[in-house]
């Protein structure tokens, strides 16, 4: 399927490309919808249809032409976006891959040390992550929303963020590959599956929080800031 | 070609094993080879530690779990008809051949085996220095003084290793030294 367009039933978009199931989740969709399309959809939960397409079609790597930058309503809309991206991260796919990441420690680290890297490379991965997060919440958010009410003192500037060495999907991409290719010794192989299939989304997902920031929203704070 | 390699043979069949074991002496100086009646026979770690199996079908579809991960090392022999019933992919020695036959089929098989196995990442020895150094947490500049060569071949030699490796963090790097026994886990 090529662009996801307003006229589209939601149902057939999502049935075609599973990846979106989280993203509508994260606009507070709720499965039911029916036979409505997207336009529909988004009028009853009252989404802005040219924002939550762009989401969704960035998402699978098209990009759906909006108008940028983005209005003052769209940027909160985004940033509600985020929050809950970052909100299902903690409360749903951290835990997810903690869980299984600690069964296949205590079955399997005892003979196999191996296990215990890819444990310590994930606490690095989460530490950073929770990092991050923390600045969104504390820094990054509240700023955008001072922001967009017009609400900022003079001159006032976005802190950034300690820098990392090395952006954090590619450290889970390598993560990853490490689970894949060097685990040595015997390892309960269900368990790295479900590790390594955890990892996977939650690689995507950071990748495509990151594509928001990039493509939408912090083009709309550039001009936020020229505008103050 | 075998020399200081643990080989493990795995038969119920104990004069096939000493048949084979005596053939990877003569032909192919095998100096630690060792025969087993079942998988079984073998601890955790001695299982980790050594570099071949050799394993007759039967045992091979009985333990397939076992085999399974560590299918790089894993050759499977039997008769022809057992060629049939057994995992496609694994490498397969037939041994109902003659001797002849069997030091050829064996030759192959374990220059792929053990070539498999030892050149998994095909790093130079050149590379696997720089990565040690960078996993330690060294800089381009101190890698490039300990070596002596120049800043331009350390960063020469990381990308080479980053794209044979398809490691793109700093991180990755250390975890992959630390899985292949470059440096040390603590």
Known sequence: ?228 | MLKNKNIAIITAQHIEGRGLRSLLCEQFDADAACVFASPHDLTENESNNFDLFLVSSDLFILHYDYFLSRKNKVIVFGNTLSADTQHAIQPFLNIHATEEELTDQLSSLLTSAIHHHENADSLTARETEVITLVAQGLLNKEIADTLGISLHTVISHRKNIASKLGIKTISGFTMYAAMNGLISIN
């Open chain 1, 1 to 228: 399927m090529a662009l996801i367009l307003p006229d589209m039933k939601l149902s057939e978009v999502i049935l075609h490309h599973y990846v979106l199931m989280p993203v509508i989740r994260r606009f507070n969709i709720k499965l039911g919808f029916g036979e409505k399309n997207i336009k529909q959809v988004c009028e009853e939960h009252q989404l802005d249809s040219d924002l939550f397409l762009a989401v969704l079609n960035l998402y699978i790597n098209h990009t759906y032409a909006i108008d940028r930058p983005l209005t003052p309503t769209q940027v909160a809309a985004t940033v509600d976006y985020l929050k809950n991206t970052n909100l299902l991260i903690l409360q749903s796919q951290l835990p997810n891959v903690e869980r299984h990441l600690h069964a296949l420690m205590t079955t399997s680290f005892s003979h196999n040390k191996t296990i215990g890297l890819i444990h310590n490379f994930f606490a690095e991965i989460k530490n950073e992550l929770l990092a991050a997060i923390e600045y969104d919440n504390t820094v990054r958010f509240p700023y955008i929303s001072q922001l967009i009410k017009n609400e900022l003192p003079a001159k006032a500037e976005l802190p950034d963020l300690q820098p990392a060495q090395d952006p954090l999907d590619e450290k889970i991409f390598d993560l990853r590959s490490m689970l894949m290719k060097y685990l040595t010794g015997e390892a309960d192989q269900n368990l790295c599956y479900a590790v390594f299939f955890a990892l996977y989304t939650l690689e995507n997902d950071i990748k495509q929080y990151n594509k928001v920031c990039d493509d939408l929203l912090n083009p709309a704070i550039t001009y936020l800031e020229k505008r103050c």
